[in-house]
T-cell receptor, first 112, second 110 residues
Framework: DVKVTQSSRYLVKRTGEKVFLECVQD?????MFWYRQDPGLGLRLIYFSYDVKMKEKGDIPEGYSVSREKKERFSLILESASTNQTSMYLC???????????FGPGTRLTVL | RKEVEQDPGPFNVPEGATVAFNCTYSNSASQSFFWYRQDCRKEPKLLMS???SGNEDGRFTAQLNRASQYISLLIRDSKLSDSATYLCVSSTGSARQLTFGSGTQLTVLP
């Protein structure tokens, strides 16, 4: 069974703080993704990575950065959290040539 | 305009009913299509792929109309456990990026 884990289910941070969201997958998947999900807007892709140390911008990368130092781990960084980054953050992974993405349970981030 | 559009619902149907969801996509370069299911406060999971010839998986039937850029999902004999949000998803052919609709909420009532 594919397992994608995220470091926290709930997180509360203050405006201006640096925030790290961690994602780990145990199935040796090449691709990893970070999305945010907001009511009425659906899932929107922030960044993705298809290999270690590789990253590509998704649809809404502004205000975010990512790091992939190891194949199984993909981190999302909010350099200076703002209230409009309050959202559900979902990590996903997939094999290089397969469309099916496996999602983690999500991190609900609240920025005060 | 969103690249993948769905009626958000909610659809409230009695057990045993047949319900259909529709979805339109605007990117004519989209090549692959899927339905994902997301239970309340859970992560999305792949329900089924959608092929041009249509495909069926038990009580679920998915169809694609490329000329109209339209995708559908039909659920027959609805069960209480079918209550979820159904996400319509397109891909431009690269396995790396999927575009999600905002979802259609279904509640099956006893």
């Amino acid at each position: 069974d594919v397992k994608v884990t995220q470091s926290s289910r709930y997180l509360v941070k203050r405006t201006g703080e640096k925030v790290f969201l961690e994602c780990v997958q145990d199935m040796d998947h090449e691709n990893m993704f970070w999305y945010r999900q907001d009511p009425g807007l659906g899932l929107r892709l922030i960044y993705f990575s298809y290999d270690v140390k590789m990253k590509e911008k998704g649809d809404i990368p502004e205000g975010y950065s990512v790091s992939r130092e190891k194949k199984e781990r993909f981190s999302l960084i909010l350099e200076s959290a703002s209230t409009n980054q309050t959202s559900m953050y979902l990590c996903a992974s997939s094999l290089i040539s397969v469309h099916e993405q496996f999602f983690g349970p999500g991190t609900r981030l609240t920025v005060l | 305009r969103k690249e993948v559009e769905q009626d958000p619902g909610p659809f409230n149907v009695p057990e045993g009913a047949t319900v259909a969801f529709n979805c339109t996509y605007s990117n004519s370069a989209s090549q692959s299509f899927f339905w994902y299911r997301q239970d309340c406060r859970k992560e999305p999971k792949l329900l089924m792929s959608v092929y041009s010839s249509g495909n069926e998986d038990g009580r679920f039937t998915a169809q694609l109309n490329r000329a109209s850029q339209y995708i559908s999902l039909l659920i027959r004999d609805s069960k209480l456990s079918d209550s979820a949000t159904y996400l319509c998803v397109s891909s431009t052919g690269s396995a790396r990026q999927l575009t999600f609709g905002s979802g259609t909420q279904l509640t099956v009532l006893p």
